[in-house]
């Protein structure tokens, strides 16, 4: 006689913890509980239906009750919840939410993952209006795309910029709507920093979204949302996208241990603190191996990997659990954005000391079509050279160089490492060398201190101070848009023109992309000059670092002319 197990939750978490059980034990006696209509269902697809990329709403059903117990043999109840946990008794107490009645069922084994809960904060007046939604399952989207239609509803503002928020908002303006995204921080995508978000923000703003940075909501009345700055904007619908909280709730009443996140503790095998008790998914906390810090981290390709390591652990089987690093990937209208690992200000947020590159280059042989830069940010610890993050936002794939960052901190790998990383090459998938590779090599000049560098954030400190800026691009190119109060000296004249060069002070160089004020600045070090900086980024970076900003506050520009090519 099998094992008789009871799973708590569908979706990525439960219904793969049931199905790798199921695998390892043929007589085990099995039962998902699932408080919704839908045990198993496509979660980060469920915008695409708004703007009707997903055609069909029953598309993002995955499995029904009736395709696990033919596929598993697993016993699926939906609209049934789980209302308590007899720890003693090792059974629960449910209550079947169709007819009302309670019943009780026992276990041997039990595995929560129940989730987590999008915010609605109490603190907003207005938020419980029958025209504020928010996303979680197939019945929200659903619901929130029949008032959208039924109700020929114009204005919609998102509460929330991060991957829900713009997904949504992304969907909805593809449908046809005026969509205003709100963001309490003065970013999008906290995966990102500031500098590559200001790509995002641009994109958001060139497809006619309305970005308002900085700002709260304090009210959300019949037809328009009441910011903290006391701005007003048009609302015919509201979706709430600020984050989620896990479902915790089941667990605090059964007296397992919460952990310092607020969410439930486990061991490296996802046991809770009650032995026969296993949690994966949304709900629990993880830890974060660069940090060395508990964390919650609500994604799907985690919790399959828990649910597969709590399942083996079940049955004595033990795993390596070697924590998380965050890989994540959000298209934003014609940009593809992915990072990896820790950026910038997390890694100094917790002390680690770092320093980062930015580079560009094709995503393919450059005459092939549809090449375009990739914009590419590499985070190093120093001295070791670790690697510690990414970050990828253009229109190719950027995805698949994420994914050979996150393969290499998984492994400790460092810039040596990452440098003579043999890749694929083809002239319509790449370059002969990758964006990945190029950018370990300008970690290593940085990091043995080959050359010096500033970065775009510096840039207008820079110009404001009236410094020496070299700009080594043709005349051509200068012409076309440059920094106010930058010189021109194009890389082929660099040698014969070192007296307009100082020495007596710092010279900032860049081009479009880094590269030619690279070999610049190696030719100045051969001629004597060691007072000098390369500015990463440089002009590509710079014109976007800038020019969502200079839009919006109508501050003095530092560009004579943007460039994003």
């Known amino acids: 006689m099998g094992k008789r197990v009871l799973v708590v939750g569908g979706v990525a978490g439960g219904a793969s913890a ?61 609209n049934n919840e789980v209302c308590s946990i007899d720890r003693a008794g090792k059974k629960v107490r449910v209550r079947d939410l169709a007819t009302g009645r309670e019943y009780e069922e026992s276990y041997d084994e039990l595995v929560l993952s129940p989730g987590s809960s999008p915010i609605r904060p109490r603190s907003i007046e207005g938020v419980s209006l029958p025209h504020v939604f928010t996303v979680r399952n197939v019945n929200d989207i659903v619901k929130l795309d029949q008032y959208v239609n039924l109700k020929d509803s114009r204005d919609v503002v998102v509460v929330g910029g991060g991957f829900i928020g713009l997904e949504v908002a992304e969907n909805l303006k593809e449908a046809g709507k005026h969509v205003s995204v709100v963001e309490a921080a003065d970013q999008v995508m906290a995966p990102f920093d500031y500098d590559f978000s200001q790509i995002l923000h641009k994109e958001l703003s060139d497809h006619g979204v309305d970005l308002f940075l900085g700002d709260g909501v304090k009210a959300i009345t019949e037809d328009k949302v009441i910011l903290s700055s006391e701005k007003e904007l048009p609302a015919d619908v509201v979706v709430l996208a600020i984050g989620v909280l896990p479902e915790t709730g089941l667990a605090k009443d059964a007296g397992l241990e919460i952990g310092e996140t607020g969410a439930i503790k486990v061991t490296p095998d996802f046991c809770t603190s009650d032995p026969h008790i296993y949690a994966v998914g949304d709900a629990i906390e993880v830890y974060q191996s660069l940090t060395h810090k508990p964390v919650k981290l609500p994604l799907a390709g985690p919790a399959l990997r828990q649910a597969r390591t709590a399942a083996d652990a079940m049955y004595g089987m033990r795993g390596t659990n070697k924590g998380v690093i965050g890989s994540c990937a959000v298209r934003v209208f014609g940009l593809n954005a992915a990072a990896t690992g820790l950026n910038e200000k997390t890694a100094k947020a917790n002390h680690i000391p770092c320093d980062s590159v930015y580079t560009m280059a094709m995503d393919k042989v450059g005459l092939m079509p549809g090449s375009s830069p990739i914009h590419f940010k590499l985070v190093f610890e120093v001295p070791t050279g670790r690697i510690l993050g990414a970050q990828a936002i253009g229109k190719g794939n950027v995805d698949k160089r994420i994914d050979v960052i996150a393969t290499l901190i998984a492994m400790n790998g460092t810039l040596e490492d990452l440098k003579e990383l043999e890749l694929c090459y083809s002239p319509v998938f790449g370059t002969a060398r990758d964006v990945v590779n190029l950018a370990a090599l300008v970690g290593l000049n940085v990091l043995h201190g080959v050359f010096k560098q500033v970065h775009v954030s510096e840039v207008r400190g820079l110009v404001e101070s009236g410094a020496c800026i070299i700009d080594v691009r043709t005349p051509e190119e200068f012409e076309m848009g440059h920094l106010v109060g930058a010189v021109n000296i194009p890389l082929g004249q660099i040698r014969q023109r070192t007296s307009e060069i100082p020495k007596d002070r710092p010279v900032y160089l860049h081009c479009r992309t880094s590269q030619r004020s690279y070999n610049a600045i190696m030719a100045l070090k051969g001629c004597g000059f060691d007072n000098i900086f390369n500015i990463s980024g440089s002009f590509l970076g710079i014109s976007c670092y800038e020019y969502f900003t200079d839009m919006t506050t109508g501050r003095d520009k530092i560009l004579t002319e943007y460039n994003f090519m």
């Open 18 to 78: 049931a199905a790798r059980i199921r695998r390892l034990d043929a007589e085990a006696s099995i039962t998902i509980f699932e408080r919704g209509e839908h045990v198993s269902f496509s979660n980060c697809s469920l915008p695409y239906y708004l703007s009707r990329t997903v055609e069909d709403k029953d598309y993002l059903v995955l499995m029904t009750p009736e395709g696990f117990k033919a596929s598993y043999d697993i016993d699926v109840r939906i």
